[in-house]
């Protein structure tokens, strides 16, 4: 029976610049690198290389690889690009879907919970700088600005008139089909990230509010001053 939706295998979405980058680099390695490394070569956290290696690796694009070790201790793990594309194309977004009905129909509150999942990942990709060290605004918007971008996302972040905050425009989202079908879980967990990230960087600002779908194809984040 036709239903109307298509599940045969969508075409390979773009990987964004930084996987883009990070993938050409292994490709063109003699040997597998490790997260640091690869973060010390891209100019990236290692939190945030981690999370790249990582999604390139369930893609089938990059590898895992143990290094031979003589003494004692856990091996290393280095990356290094397939050898062999994978026999099939991922159905990525049908799993996010699946998951994000999951939430919507099992969990009594689900913009919550979703919004407490992405403050959790918000603060595992952000930086935290070092002790008594405190971020501006505008570089806590720019690191946040370079996290969304990694992602996926193309962020434009455009001061008040009245300097008091920030209005951050999503010009693309990655996960676009699923936020148009569950709203209230992808956005609130997208907000929910930006705040992580934020708090994790101790930053004078928090995002306050997310407006999806302001116009199509922009969503529009509010940055506002965090309470001392």
Do not use: K
Not at 204 to 226: H, I, K, Y
């Amino acid at each position: 029976m036709n239903t109307g939706r298509s599940l045969a295998p969508e075409a390979g979405p773009p990987l964004g610049r930084s996987r883009e980058a990070i993938l050409d680099m292994l490709r063109t390695a003699d040997r597998p690198f490790g997260v640091r490394e690869v973060a010390q070569r891209m100019g990236l956290h290692p939190n945030t290389a981690r999370f790249h290696l990582e999604a390139l690796t369930e893609a089938g694009l990059t590898a895992r690889e143990a290094e031979d070790r003589q003494g004692p201790g856990r091996p290393r793990i280095g990356y290094r690009a397939a050898d062999d594309a994978p026999g099939g194309q991922r159905r990525y977004r049908l799993l996010a879907q699946m998951l994000a009905t999951l939430i919507a129909g099992t969990t009594a509150d689900p913009g919550r919970a979703a919004e407490q999942a992405g403050r959790e990942w918000g603060g595992y990709l952000a930086e935290q700088p070092p002790p008594y060290q405190r971020l501006t605004a505008p570089e806590a918007v720019a690191n946040l600005t370079t996290i969304l971008r990694d992602m996926g996302f193309e962020p434009r972040p455009v001061a008040d008139a009245d300097g008091a905050g920030y209005r951050l425009r999503l010009l693309h989202c990655p996960f676009l089909e699923v936020a148009q079908q569950q709203p209230d879980v992808v956005c609130a967990l997208h907000l929910g990230l930006m705040q992580g990230a934020l708090a994790r960087m101790r930053a004078p600002v928090t995002a306050g509010a997310l407006q999806p779908f302001v116009e199509p194809g922009l969503c529009v984040a509010t940055l506002t001053a965090r309470d001392a």
